[in-house]
């Protein structure tokens, strides 16, 4: 059940992210938001590199290998979910409508389902996750 939800969660964020594109609501040109922008694209290259060679799974499937608590992933539980969503929310900064904020609610709202179902998953697999996840945040330090 938990990998359906989390598929859905993903299609979701898709569907969220595609919208944002189509609106022209993705990218801006004010320069807090590319600042915003390209930390947000470097925490994902950090955290993929960090996560090393392990493939992405479309269901929220933790992998084999050990407990990754390196890199950006010292700081925030998920750092990958985290930059998504900063890039989107700092693209709609110049293109704020209710219809992208709604996009990008609906984004959000489908990285912490996977989050929520990935978190129930890796507690299963990693027992060490539990304390992990007592010393770092889910998405942004020191507050969720």
Known sequence: MLKTISLISLMVMALALTG????????????????LEVIAA???ILARVTFDARSFHAAANPTTGGLVTTGPYHFIRHPI?????????SGILTHWT????????????????RILC????????????QDYAKTTKRMLPFIY
């Open 20 to 35: 944002l594109a189509i609106r022209g609501a993705l990218f801006s040109s004010h320069p807090v938001a590319i600042v």
């Open 42 to 44: 470097v925490l994902m």
């Open 81 to 89: 979910y985290t930059a998504i969503c900063l890039f989107a929310w």
């Open 98 to 113: 209710l219809i992208d904020a709604m996009l990008c609610s609906l984004l959000l709202l489908g990285a912490v389902t």
């Open 118 to 129: 990935e978190e129930i998953m890796l507690v299963k697999i990693y027992p060490a996750y």
